[in-house]
T-cell receptor, first 112, second 113 residues
């Protein structure tokens, strides 16, 4: 069974700092990996989708990387802002399946 | 709106009540999902529907009954729930066979009293 782990569970940084969130998964036969953002009590907003054949994806201040062989992904956030405060979730889809396996998330607080 | 709409946003129900959650998408996706999010636990897949057919039931108790009348609508019928069923219930949709990722709704916050 696919296990997805996110470290750290919580992170506080001052505004303007660059930061990295980590995601690891146990089964490297993934179809894709998706990073989501979740605000308290709300649904999930998709941030970036990385296909299994890709190494990274970028959107604005966000950059996600994927290393399938080592079972790792990182989400880099540049010049963090208080509006970035949320829980960030990593999820993978296995080849031949249409189910997402989620990590428990990293709760990010950006301090003004 | 994300393209996936869930109603109601909040629901409080007694253990003897019967209620239904609704999910609707007009993204042209042909797979729909129910997920449960409890405090301090990863999102748990409950049900998967592909082209209106249920393809996965992740050992969900029978007090949760899904219904998918067409590719755009998904329901979760609830009856005789327990307090531990209180959680955020999220609906998602995706294309099948295309690597475009999943779109989630805003969820229904369910409290069982």
């Amino acid at each position: 069974k696919q296990e997805v782990t996110q470290i750290p569970a919580a992170l506080s940084v001052p505004e303007g700092e660059n930061l990295v969130l980590n995601c690891s998964f146990t089964d490297s036969a993934i179809y894709n990996l998706q990073w989501f953002r979740q605000d308290p009590g709300k649904g999930l907003t998709s941030l970036l989708l990385i296909q299994s054949s890709q190494r990274e994806q970028t959107s604005g201040r966000l950059n996600a990387s994927l290393d399938k062989s080592s079972g790792r992904s990182t989400l880099y956030i540049a010049a963090s802002q208080p509006g970035d405060s949320a829980t960030y979730l990593c999820a993978v889809t296995l080849t031949g399946a249409n189910n997402l396996f989620f990590g428990t998330g990293t709760r990010l607080t950006v301090i003004p | 709106e994300t393209g996936v709409t869930q109603t109601p946003r909040h629901l409080v129900m007694g253990m003897t009540n019967k209620k239904s959650l609704k999910c609707e998408q007009h993204l042209g996706h042909n797979a729909m999902y129910w997920y449960k999010q409890s405090a301090k636990k990863p999102l748990e897949l409950m049900f998967v529907y592909n082209f209106k057919e249920q393809t996965e039931n992740n050992s969900v108790p029978s007090r949760f009954s899904p219904e998918c009348p067409n590719s755009s609508h998904l329901f979760l019928h609830l009856h005789t729930l327990q307090p531990e069923d209180s959680a955020l219930y999220l609906c998602a949709s995706s294309p099948i066979g295309q690597n475009y990722g999943y779109t989630f709704g805003s969820g229904t916050r369910l409290t069982v009293v």
